[in-house]
T-cell receptor, first 115, second 109 residues
Framework: GAVVSQHPSRVICKSGTSVKIECRSL??????MFWYRQFPKQSLMLMAT?????????EQGVEKDKFLINHASLTLSTLTVTSAHPEDSSFYIC???????????FGPGTRLTVT | GIQVEQSPPDLILQEGANSTLRCNFS?????LQWFHQNPWGQLINLFY???GTKQNGRLSATTVATERYSLLYISSSQTTDSGVYFC???????????FGTGTQLKVEL
């Protein structure tokens, strides 16, 4: 149990376009999901916390108008990178916290390349 | 914010060898997890261990919360153990995890 999926796994887009990444908890409900960003050879950095039915909370330095987060159900959160630029190229990873626990389970990640 | 340092940063082992990875953190924590990130980027949960000792097969972990460190033991290492090992801690602020610096492990035949 505790499987989290992400879609797409890899995306290439042109500068100025928007990209949506989906994160789903497949076999459990998650009132809270998290979005992370990872640059090559570096650790994961938390971008935002996504709570079902309410606005996301963003970490310091993360532009909320650029990284739009929606958590419409107990199994789905989406991250939209708006007006993407080459510096947004990165590995984006989501996690979901199973209801009633504090343990986070991670999706396989989405590799975004902006040309 | 909390600082989470892991050591060693890099480690090369011969298959069959044992190793200990360390995670030091600078403040009290409510939650500590160990993950293995495989070469494709997937993070795999190893342990949820805010305190005490747990074992799962060839892996075991110990967290001494009062002294602010955790250890991950890998015994009889295999090539499939290669990847990056992260510890991550939550200081109680909304269940948000702060990840450590990671240990890159390579197990050779």
């Amino acid at each position: 149990g505790a499987v989290v999926s992400q879609h797409p796994s890899r995306v290439i887009c042109k500068s100025g376009t928007s990209v949506k990444i989906e994160c789903r908890s497949l076999d459990f409900q998650a009132t809270t999901m998290f979005w992370y960003r990872q640059f090559p050879k570096q650790s994961l950095m938390l971008m935002a916390t996504s709570n079902e039915g309410s606005k996301a909370t963003y970490e310091q330095g993360v532009e909320k108008d650029k990284f739009l987060i929606n958590h419409a159900s107990l199994t789905l959160s989406t991250l939209t990178v708006t007006s993407a630029h080459p510096e947004d190229s990165s590995f984006y990873i989501c996690s979901a916290m199973r209801q009633g626990t504090y343990e986070q389970y991670f999706g396989p990640g989405t590799r975004l390349t902006v040309t | 914010g909390i600082q989470v340092e892991q050591s060693p940063p890099d480690l090369i082992l011969q298959e069959g060898a044992n190793s200990t990875l360390r995670c030091n953190f600078s403040d009290s924590v409510n939650n500590l997890q160990w993950f293995h990130q495989n070469p494709w980027g997937q993070l795999i949960n190893l342990f949820y261990i805010p305190s005490g000792t747990k074992q799962n097969g060839r892996l075991s972990a110990t967290t001494v919360a009062t002294e602010r460190y955790s250890l991950l033991y890998i015994s009889s290492s295999q090539t499939t153990d290669s990847g990056v090992y992260f510890c991550a801690v939550d200081t109680g602020g909304g269940n948000k995890l702060t990840f450590g610096t990671g240990t890159q492990l390579k197990v050779e035949l």
